[in-house]
């Protein structure tokens, strides 16, 4: 049993939210971000590394959770210090997400969070969630509109668990996280696409999608955009581990984001490949479509956790060398303009 999402959407959004598909989508555009600690201006955010996860758990990294809500935020602390201003947290349901932690950190340390709702590839899950693709659509908006649980477990027990509070205010996502595998997309995935497509027509909120090597994206994008969702509200992630500026260039063209988070995986390339890459990209006039992250996602890459080389290698190390090649103006596109733009939630102007 499913119930409807009936709560207002704040933050600037001028029609009501329904949960029908057909109604109530007067809402114009929105011009806000929903963090964990309340909506904010897209133009005061700062400069955001666009992916990383300060907590995740998934039989694909054994060994590596990130599970520790103060090592987490030592470690975030730092990402902070090396020049960022937030981050988008990219871990969907059930991989050992902690949304009410992660409010608690942005709280403390005054860095920007944005959580994730959504459901990963089907890789990352040892057991199916206990969510219905019939019920998926439903779930992420609400994790989007009222807000996420304090634990996935809670979804074992019922399908509309109470959002976790944080002075008494609701923790809510800020973004849609899905993913596909190498060149195929599963049945399950595609529902979870679908149901991504069907959350964003009624909330207006951004899609993440995780592909491999960036296989089968222009295939996700037109999926996506056959079912509502505009490529401006898309962004790929992992677009560098493909360092094709040919194919970042035919994906940039549509509109979607490329998320760059290569660096400092130097068993696939040195990083002058990434910076040849992203240079190419800007190059041909597309420095509005790139992102920059990290995506550590590691315990190992945790310094806080005795690890190398932690989140700020990307402010202190590999931003330098950035800057260096495309110049500060695009850098600040990069790190400032572009994920503000992409976290904005959207919707048609009227009439859905
Ligand atoms: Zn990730």
């Not at 992660?102 to 969510?131: C, K, N, Q």
């Not at 951004?206 to 960036?214: L, N, S, W």
């Not at 094709?244 to 002058?272: F, I, Q």
């Not at 090649?325 to 303009?337: C, H, N, S, T």
Request: with cysteine.
């Amino acid at each position: 049993m499913t119930r409807e999402v009936t709560d207002d959407v704040t933050g600037g959004m001028t029609g009501g939210m329904t949960g029908g598909m057909t109604g109530g989508m007067t809402g114009g555009m929105t011009g806000m971000v929903r963090t964990v600690l309340g909506d904010r201006d897209p133009a005061g955010l700062g400069i955001l590394d666009y992916h990383e996860h300060l907590f995740h758990a998934s039989p694909l990294l054994p060994g590596e959770d990130l599970d520790d809500a103060a090592a987490s935020e030592r470690e975030f602390a730092a990402l902070l210090h090396s020049g960022f201003d937030g981050i988008i947290d990219a871990t969907p349901i059930g991989l050992g997400r902690r949304t009410a932690e992660l409010a608690g950190i942005a709280a403390r340390t005054g860095g920007v969070v944005v959580a994730s709702t959504g459901r990963h590839r089907d890789a990352h899950y040892a057991e199916p969630l206990p969510i219905a693709d019939d019920d998926l659509a439903e779930v992420l908006a609400r994790e989007l509109v009222v807000g996420v649980p304090a634990d996935d477990a809670a979804y074992r027990r019922t399908a509309t668990p109470e959002p976790a509070t944080r002075s008494g205010a609701p923790i809510r996502a800020g973004q849609i996280k899905v993913g596909i595998d190498y060149w195929r997309i599963s049945g399950a995935e595609r529902q979870a696409l679908l149901a991504a497509a069907e959350a964003h027509r009624r909330t207006g909120a951004p899609v993440m999608v995780h592909t491999e090597r960036m296989s089968a994206v222009l295939e996700v994008l037109a999926l996506l955009g056959d079912h509502g969702v505009p490529a401006a509200s898309v962004a790929i992630a992992h677009a560098d581990r493909n360092p094709d500026p040919g194919l970042h260039a035919e994906v940039a063209e549509t509109g979607a984001y490329l998320g760059y988070d290569g660096a400092a995986r130097l068993r696939d390339w040195p990083e002058s490949v990434l910076l040849d890459c992203l240079a190419a990209v800007v190059e041909r006039g597309h420095g509005d479509r790139v992102l920059i992250g990290g995506d550590v996602a590691r315990r190992s890459g945790y310094v806080s956790h005795g690890g190398l080389p932690g989140l700020s290698y990307l402010g202190d190390r590999y931003l330098p060398r950035l800057r260096r090649r495309v110049g500060e103006r695009i850098l600040d596109q990069i790190l400032r303009v572009n994920p503000a733009r992409y976290l904005t939630w959207r919707r048609p102007a009227a009439g859905g």
